[in-house]
């Protein structure tokens, strides 16, 4: 499942400031100049668009240059597609330049949003200054109050066009893991891993930071390893079946006179009992893997009582500084246990080559 998530709230409400500010001392400027309403307007955009550079100019001079050298890039769109095809284009060309402008630096399918989403609301704020400089309720400002007031209004409106950039897609990579397990895994293993992702869920909303990627590494882990338990080598046989065989091998070469047949019940005896020691060897790995799981588990669980009394942010932070981050270092620690003992699993020589 995946969600939109908002990204750097004090850097979006840093940015309207600024814009806003900007926007309205723009406009004064335009008004002081006597420029008309695509005057006003443009102020409007070269404010937003200065203000929001302003504004993130901790992202370095480089950025905060890029932004300055679109004004101009702007000004160009909007006086030629207006001289082209009239004042609604060359208004759209200059909303399509500010809504990518004011989202520099982002890339894929929030670059195509910044376009069409932020160059719509760019547009919408334009068409909100031109409204502020016909009203009627505005005809007795003097210019320059006139002018500010339009620009500062285009400017409040293109703080939308701020969205691309700050709205992320996040991926729920604990649901992808918990849908990417294969439907025929061990019912005891598919019992673990319901008990781990239980944890997640009651636990997860009360964490941040630190604390919330860790259970989510290590639940994450936990999947992983399942995972690998499903695709792991699993013996034909039973160990008892294949006991059963050797007994009855051991029976047939004691009740047989002929030396042919005895000699042919031997290979076949010692060819079982190389597959005996590869099931035994396997049974081992798997026990031995499955107990980290339940360790896993029993530690996961742990650590939802030790977060049980965590409320706040702060003071989740706190524990995770302390020993909640130690409880899930032991999840880890058991994950790559059972990562081991899967790894010895996969090297378990098999029959053929044991016999060798």
């Known amino acids: ?33 006597g420029v008309g309403v695509e005057g006003a307007l443009f102020a409007g955009a070269a404010g937003a668009l200065l203000g929001a550079g302003w504004a993130d100019r901790a992202a370095g001079r480089v950025r905060l240059a890029a932004r300055a050298a679109l004004v101009p890039l702007a000004a160009l769109a909007f006086v030629g597609a207006r001289e082209v095809a009239g004042g609604h284009v060359g208004l759209a060309a200059l909303a399509v330049v500010l809504g990518v402008a004011l989202n ?45 007031l339009a620009a500062t209004a285009m400017s409040i409106v293109c703080v939308a066009a701020l969205l691309p950039r700050h709205l992320r897609l996040v991926t729920d990579a604990v649901a992808a893991a918990r849908r990417a397990l294969p439907a025929d895994i061990d019912g005891e293993v598919r019992g673990l891993l319901d008990r781990g992702h239980a944890v997640w869920d009651q636990v997860s909303p009360r964490l941040d930071g630190e604390g919330r990627t860790l259970l989510r590494d290590g639940v994450l882990r936990l999947y992983d390893l399942a995972g690998r338990w499903a695709r792991a080598d699993r013996p034909g046989e039973t160990f008892e079946a294949l006991t059963a065989r050797v007994a009855e091998l051991d029976a047939r070469i004691a009740a047989t006179r002929d030396d042919v047949a005895r000699a042919q019940y031997v290979e076949a005896r010692a060819a079982v009992a190389d597959q005996l020691r590869y099931v035994d060897g396997i049974q081992q790995s798997r026990e031995r893997v499955l107990a980290r799981l339940h360790a896993c588990v029993a530690t ?31 999840v880890n620690a058991d994950i790559d246990a059972a990562g081991a003992a899967l790894d010895e699993l996969a090297a378990t020589p098999g029959p053929a080559e044991g016999a060798a």
């Open 1 to 33: 499942m995946s969600t939109l998530s908002f990204h750097d709230h004090q850097g979006f409400h840093r940015a309207a400031g600024w814009m806003v500010v900007a926007g309205a001392g723009a406009g004064t400027v335009a008004g002081l100049a």
């Open 300 to 330: 996961l669980e742990k650590f939802r009582l030790a977060a049980a009394h965590l409320e706040t942010a702060s003071a989740s932070r706190q524990a995770t500084a302390g020993g909640a981050t130690a409880l899930l270092a032991e």
């Open 104 to 148: 520099l630096g982002v890339r894929g399918w929030r670059l195509a949003a910044a376009a069409a989403v932020g160059g719509a609301i760019a547009y919408v704020g334009g068409f909100a200054a031109g409204q502020v400089m016909i009203a009627r309720e505005t005809a007795a400002l003097p210019g320059w109050g006139e002018a500010a």
